[in-house]
Antibody, heavy 118, light 110 residues
Framework: EVQLVESGGGLVQPGQSLQLSCAAS????????MSWVRQAPGKGLEWVANIKPDGAETYYVDSLRGRFFIFRDNARNSVYLQVNNLRVEDTAIYYC???????????WGQGTLVTVSS | QSALTQPASVSGTPGQWITISCTGTSSNIGAFNFVSWYQQYPGKAPKLLIYDVTQRPSGVSHRFSGSKSGNTASLTISGLQAEDEADYHCSSYTTSSTLVFGGGTKLTVL
């Protein structure tokens, strides 16, 4: 069964950093683009970033470029999101998702909650 | 990278068909045939319903269909059922090689 499991979320103070992890099982991550998507409480989905199978290319939503960094370790079948200088407005569920050409979410992980509060 | 525009809510009665619109620009929906739709139940992760404007992944009901005209895409649900009550999100690939989502539409089955 194809599965994605996120971890690393939690409660942090503004200005702190977190590293979110996404472990894949049931398929080899090394042949797929992978994305991170977030959803603030009661809001819609926001695509954050994605990364090429070999890690050589990354793309970000303009508003988060420079604070968020996506990277991967194909040997560990995992993809990561480093989130720095967190703000209250970064509070959200962060989902990992496998991309297909021109889309994401095939499938999605269950998400990990990041809460930024003082 | 402006979000796509969806109605906040739509409603219908069992057996009816409804359509949810998703409006973008010539830099996203109008530029490619890469529009996707997702279904999300409260407290759950989204699920891919439609990709490449009209394609359904294996296991998705034929009651769900997608279309596109110009800068606007649409999701149609026919034979509405109580279990279809959920949030629906659209997304599109963009000319910046990124993805963009709509704000989501809450479907209520009356």
């Amino acid at each position: 069964e194809v599965q994605l499991v996120e971890s690393g979320g939690g409660l942090v103070q503004p200005g702190q950093s977190l590293q979110l992890s996404c472990a894949a099982s049931g398929f080899s991550l090394s042949t797929y683009w992978m994305s991170w998507v977030r959803q603030a409480p009661g809001k819609g989905l926001e695509w954050v970033a994605n990364i090429k199978p070999d890690g050589a290319e990354t793309y970000y939503v303009d508003s988060l470029r420079g604070r968020f960094f996506i990277f991967r370790d194909n040997a560990r079948n995992s993809v990561y999101l480093q989130v720095n200088n967190l703000r209250v407005e970064d509070t959200a569920i962060y989902y990992c998702a496998r991309d297909r050409r021109g889309a994401t979410g095939d499938p999605w992980g269950q998400g990990t909650l990041v809460t930024v509060s003082s | 990278q402006s979000a796509l525009t969806q109605p906040a809510s739509v409603s219908g009665t069992p057996g009816q068909w409804i359509t949810i619109s998703c409006t973008g620009t010539s830099s996203n929906i109008g530029a490619f045939n890469f529009v996707s739709w997702y279904q999300q139940y409260p407290g759950k992760a989204p699920k891919l319903l439609i990709y490449d404007v009209t394609q359904r992944p294996s296991g998705v009901s034929h009651r769900f269909s997608g279309s596109k005209s110009g800068n606007t895409a649409s999701l149609t649900i026919s034979g509405l059922q109580a279990e279809d009550e959920a949030d629906y999100h659209c997304s599109s690939y963009t000319t910046s090689s990124t993805l963009v989502f709509g704000g989501g539409t809450k479907l209520t089955v009356l």
